[in-house]
T-cell receptor, first 112, second 115 residues
């Protein structure tokens, strides 16, 4: 079934460094979304990029989308300890009304 | 900012018992979802609901599961006869627009433990 797969599974960096997480998916999509989950909490939407967009920015976040490679990346610049969380990409299956399917996530740990 | 609320935050039940997980979606949203996350694993889609009927469901959502919007504000997930493998965090979500075309707003989840 349609889903995103993130890599790496886990990433440990120092405060101030950049963190890059990648997501690959299998079929055509309308959009791709990134969510964040703090330990034991619900998911919080970070950013949505549509299939006709190549790059999008939101504060310290930069998302790219390459539909030819069926991949996306999330870059967090100048990371902070508070960025420690799991990050998930989520995709639809290219048809309106279908469910949003999540990948397995990347666990980011930022140490101060 | 409006938010999705879920109750209870923790639920412990015996295997074979029925449980009802409750959610209050954001008031002007029309589409409602349940997801679950087994500890340390990915977030799995269960069901989506629109206009008082199921619009899509996954293979996880078998006949032991049901959803209901009983009173125009609450959205519930019922598990008829719980199994050990139903232990997970269950998330409710809502959105103003159909499907995955816009972002979902998630509640904080109900941790279900089946003993």
């Amino acid at each position: 079934s349609q889903q995103g797969e993130e890599d790496p599974q886990a990433l440990s960096i120092q405060e101030g460094e950049n963190a890059t997480m990648n997501c690959s998916y299998k079929t055509s999509i309308n959009n791709l979304q990134w969510y964040r989950q703090n330990s034991g909490r619900g998911l919080v939407h970070l950013i949505l990029i549509r299939s006709n967009e190549r790059e999008k920015h939101s504060g310290r976040l930069r998302v790219t989308l390459d539909t030819s490679k069926k991949s996306s990346s999330l870059l967090i610049t100048a990371s902070r300890a508070a960025d420690t969380a799991s990050y998930f990409c989520a995709t639809d299956a290219g048809q309106a009304g279908t469910a949003l399917i999540f990948g397995k996530g990347t666990t980011l740990s930022v140490s101060s | 900012e409006p938010e999705v609320t879920q109750t209870p935050s923790h639920q412990v039940t015996q295997m074979g018992q029925e449980v009802i997980l409750r959610c209050v979606p954001i008031s002007n949203h029309l589409y409602f979802y349940w997801y679950r996350q087994i500890l340390g694993q990915k977030v799995e889609f269960l069901v989506s609901f629109y206009n008082n009927e199921i619009s899509e469901k996954s293979e996880i959502f078998d006949d032991q599961f049901s959803v209901e919007r009983p009173d125009g504000s609450n959205f519930t997930l019922k598990i008829r006869s719980t199994k050990l493998e139903d232990s997970a965090m269950y998330f409710c979500a809502s959105s103003p627009i159909q499907g995955a075309l816009e972002k979902l707003f998630f509640g904080s989840g109900t941790q279900l433990s089946v003993l």
